[in-house]
């Protein structure tokens, strides 16, 4: 529990300090994204483009598909892949998948949805981290745990920042269902603390 907290704490930190905090949100906005898209996949849309945005936010251009389920899908995604991250980082032997999973979903969500220099630049950042910890291997666990951590903890807060903004996937959905987007915020954030609390209680 005590390097649940401490990797969870340290997450935290870090989104408010400038400029060091970016690799870490473009990398919550790639999963974010990503789960915008494999949804639209899976429900029979098509994905145009993503895109990822130098102060860490991102977008996934698509049609098709359930709206109201794909524009859903982003947040839980990204605790979703914490949580996977975050379950690797406890077994050294999990980097001898872990890590070529990540490059193979990095490279293939760069063949098939990025279109623009800036996004490449982001992502080939991203993979120059994986790559570091994959050299590093268990060495580097603690620095997974902290990635991990920061998906976990931007899944959690990242929804909040939606209250009160007439925009975002809150209003997205506000317009395809008639719910109030506050609805959808409090139901993204138990998701988030609900995925917390687990990391943090399980042994």
Excluded at 100 to 128: E, G, H, K, N, Q
Excluded at 134 to 151: D, F, P, S
Excluded at 182 to 193: C, E, N, Q, S
Aim: charged content about 5%; glycine content about 8%.
């Amino acid at each position: 529990m005590k390097r649940s907290l401490l990797a969870l704490f340290a997450a935290i930190f870090l989104q408010f300090i400038p400029v060091v905090n970016l690799p870490f949100l473009w990398f919550t906005a790639l999963f974010h994204e990503l789960g915008h898209g494999l949804v639209t996949m899976l429900t029979g849309g098509q994905v145009h483009q993503l895109v990822l945005y130098g102060n860490g936010s991102g977008r996934c251009f698509s049609s098709g598909g359930w709206p109201v389920l794909i524009a859903f899908a982003g947040y839980p995604a990204a605790s979703l892949c914490g949580l996977l991250l975050w379950q690797g980082a406890k077994r050294a032997s999990a980097y001898r998948w872990l890590c070529p999973l990540l490059v193979a979903a990095l490279l293939s969500v760069t063949f098939l949805w990025v279109r623009d220099w800036l996004t490449i630049l982001l992502i080939s950042v991203l993979l120059l981290v994986v790559a570091m910890l994959w050299r590093v291997a268990a060495k580097g666990q603690w620095l997974w745990a902290l990635m991990a951590a920061t998906l976990l903890v931007n899944a959690l807060l990242s929804p909040l920042q939606l209250l009160g903004y007439a925009g975002g996937d809150g209003h997205l959905l506000y317009e395809l269902t008639a719910i109030p987007s506050f609805i959808f915020v409090m139901i993204w954030v138990f998701i988030g603390l609900s995925t917390v609390v687990w990391i943090v209680t399980r042994r």
